[in-house]
């Protein structure tokens, strides 16, 4: 009998997970007959069908990427490997992880993948949902914010973040938020407006002061830095500091902590403080049998406080609970563990950084590219391309 997986969600996390599971990169249309036939897996999927690539989402404020070019229907990469796709939405996990229930259905599994996302702590500052936009909320909430900026002549424009640290890692958006910001600078200039626009960046999660290589570059442009502070309330027009006071701005964009979404909360899931899954080295979720997850809805067994969830941190999760799922399936223990690497290219358009942090120290791609350089966004291009590619055609 072939062992039944479920696999819920079709975001980085998944679709890595699946990559690594099925041990082939590439699926022609044949091969997905053959795998029907010849594997040991019945594979589920069940989601909306659409991936994001959120790494691009910030170069919407350039005009270089919009949602068509960020956006990919999953459903003929499933079918290519023959995996069955459920267009719905899991609302509840029962009887330790073997059945996933959704809007308009039920599903037994003998292994389940959570690879669910975020959710954001929109509740932490009032009126966040009200009067602030975020590239966190996906291409929609990105393209209102653009069209309002660029129907402006002029005005203020506070960028910003906040991170939830309760589980001991960087479950936020930082680095995303110093890009728009930089980006948002680049094409206020382009349009030649610049001089009529205040851009602030500020976070709580930054000690006023702060020095390093990203506040010098908010600096050279011209960027006011609002570290240490924290808004008590957005309002209309702009936000309401905590002595009382307002502060006067026509666009804000930010990010809230990351936290778990209502499944996690309203399941069988183990939740940690900071509301995420509670999951263990090999991506286990703690305490369930066979249930594993990876990505941005998992917290980490004894992190390094620098983490932070990314795409790439999804990869590396996923490919461990992909052997460890294959080796609890086969009746074997798990033993494949994972690195931390932070590591993500930050372009400003006229200037690009590689930021990078490892566990082990191991340098990216062997130190080949150069950590500061313009010609880095060719290569943060490239990925892009290639990935989108593969999963629009291989
Ligand atoms: C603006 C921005 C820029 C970024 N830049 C980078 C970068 O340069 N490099 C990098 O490595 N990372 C970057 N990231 C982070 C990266 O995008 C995330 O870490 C990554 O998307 C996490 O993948 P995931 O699969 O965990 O979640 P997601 O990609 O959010 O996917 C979650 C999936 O689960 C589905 N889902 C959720 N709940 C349910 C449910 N109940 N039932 C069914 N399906 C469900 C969703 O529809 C979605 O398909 C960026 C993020 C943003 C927002």
New binding site residues.
């Given amino acids: 009998m072939k062992k039944r997986i479920t696999i819920?969600?079709?975001?980085?996390?998944?679709l890595f997970f699946i990559q690594y599971l099925l041990h082939l990169p590439v699926w022609p249309y044949p091969l997905g007959l053959v795998r029907r036939i010849w594997s040991k897996y019945d594979i589920t999927l069940?989601?909306?069908g659409e991936?994001?690539y959120?790494?691009a989402?910030?170069e919407f404020i350039v005009g270089k990427k919009n949602r068509a070019g960020v956006c990919v229907d999953i459903r003929p990469f499933l079918r290519r490997r023959n995996i069955r796709f459920v267009d719905d939405?899991?609302t509840d996990i029962q009887d330790g992880g073997r059945r996933v229930v959704t809007r308009d259905g039920s599903y037994e599994n003998d292994a389940l993948f959570l690879?669910?996302?975020?959710d954001f702590l929109k509740d932490d500052i009032p009126g966040t949902r009200e009067y602030t936009h975020s590239?966190?909320y996906g291409p929609d909430d990105m393209e209102v914010f653009v069209s309002k900026v660029n129907a402006m002549e002029g005005g203020t424009v506070y960028l910003g973040f906040k991170i939830n640290r309760a589980d001991g890692f960087v479950a936020g958006?930082a680095g995303?938020m110093y890009e728009c910001a930089c980006l948002l600078d680049y094409a206020l200039r382009q349009r030649g407006v610049r001089d009529k626009f205040e851009i602030h960046f500020f976070s709580p999660n930054i000690e006023p002061g702060e020095t390093g290589a990203i506040t010098d570059r908010l600096s050279e442009r011209d960027i006011i830095l609002d570290y240490g502070y924290e808004p008590r309330e957005f309002v209309e027009g702009g936000m309401r500091d905590a002595d009382g006071s307002f502060r006067k701005a026509d666009l804000v964009l930010y990010s809230p902590g990351i936290t778990g979404?209502e499944?996690v909360k309203n399941s069988c899931l183990p939740v940690t403080k900071g509301g995420q899954i509670a999951t263990d080295r090999y991506g286990q979720v703690t305490g369930l049998d066979r249930v594993f997850t990876a990505?941005?809805?998992a917290a980490h067994e004894e992190p390094p406080p620098w983490v932070p969830?990314?795409?790439?941190m999804?990869q590396l999760r996923s490919e461990a609970a992909a052997k460890n799922m294959r080796a609890v399936l086969a009746g074997k223990p798990p033993s494949a563990t994972y690195r931390y690497e932070l590591s993500?290219i930050m372009n400003m358009e006229n200037d690009a950084m590689w930021m990078h942090m490892s566990s082990d120290n191991k340098p990216p791609f062997w130190n080949l590219f150069p950590r500061r350089s313009k010609k880095l966004i060719t290569l943060k291009n490239s990925f892009e391309n290639l990935y989108l590619f593969y999963l629009r055609y291989l």
């Avoid at 819920?8 to 998944?14: D, R």
């Avoid at 690879?115 to 975020?118: C, D, H």
């Avoid at 969830?309 to 790439?312: G, K, L, R, Y």
């Fill in positions: 819920v969600g079709n975001g980085f996390a998944s069940i989601g909306n991936f994001v959120f790494p989402i910030p939405f899991v690879g669910i996302g975020p590239p966190c958006r995303q979404s499944l990505g941005d809805c969830h990314q795409a790439h999804a993500c």
